[in-house]
């Protein structure tokens, strides 16, 4: 079974700060590893995702994250923070076999400070 | 949002009532899938399905059921609906085996008093 860790359910970033978003994983096979952005009132967006190959990927709107075995982890960054990033962000993890489903994470609201 | 329509997207019922709701993609993509969004516990899988007439329990089934008689809908019912599953649902697609990630509708607000 998959599971999924956010460290932090509330992230506070100053406009033009480093974000970094922290997830990690749990999979007895290797995950499909996805990142999703929800704005207010909103569905899921997919920011990004890893599935095989590089284990450094880019997403949409800056933000890259970086798959890491030994430490089951897939952290999201973005250099510079932007009011427009304020929502809330979810990791999820699924497995390369049947329906695929996904198990997220519990999410991580990010405030932007002007 | 991929051809998803969820509705209706935002209801108020009584305990005690049952209640449907619906998902519909223009596409014909095999996979869909319904979530629960709670505060603190992210995105839980409903139910799943995988064809017509192929569904499957996902991770907090009880209290709910689903039926798919058209590619197109996916319909959730909570028979006898209760406080607990005042819950802001979502119903999501995968556009094909091949395909990894999911394509997710904007959402029905559920409130049961």
């Not at chain 1, 932090?8 to 997830?23: D, F, I, M, N, Q």
């Not at chain 2, 992210?42 to 798919?68: C, N, Q």
Request: aromatic content about 12%; some cysteine.
């Amino acid at each position: 079974a998959q599971s999924v860790t956010q460290l932090g359910s509330h992230v506070s970033v100053s406009e033009g700060a480093l974000v970094l978003l922290r997830c990690n994983y749990s999979s007895s096979v290797p995950p499909y590893l996805f990142w999703y952005v929800q704005y207010p009132n909103q569905g899921l967006q997919l920011l990004l995702k890893y599935t095989t190959g590089a284990t450094l990927v880019k997403g949409i709107n800056g933000f890259e994250a970086e798959f890491k075995k030994s430490e089951t982890s897939f952290h999201l960054t973005k250099p510079s923070a932007h009011m427009s990033d304020a929502a809330e962000y979810f990791c999820a993890v699924s497995v390369a076999a049947g329906a695929q489903k996904l198990v997220f994470g519990q999410g991580t609201r990010l405030t932007i400070n002007p | 949002d991929a051809g998803i329509t969820q509705s209706p997207r935002h209801k108020v019922t009584e305990t005690g009532t049952p209640v449907t709701l619906r998902c519909h993609q223009t596409e014909n993509h095999r996979y869909m899938y319904w979530y629960r969004q709670d505060p603190g516990h992210g995105l839980r899988l409903i139910h799943y399905s995988y064809g017509v007439k192929d569904t499957d329990k996902g991770e907090v089934s009880d209290g709910y059921s689903v039926s798919r008689s058209k590619t197109e809908d996916f319909l959730l019912t909570l028979e006898s609906a209760t406080s607990s599953q005042t819950s802001v649902y979502f119903c999501a697609i995968r556009t094909g085996w091949e395909a990894t990630e999911a394509f997710f509708g904007q959402g029905t607000r559920l409130t049961v008093v």
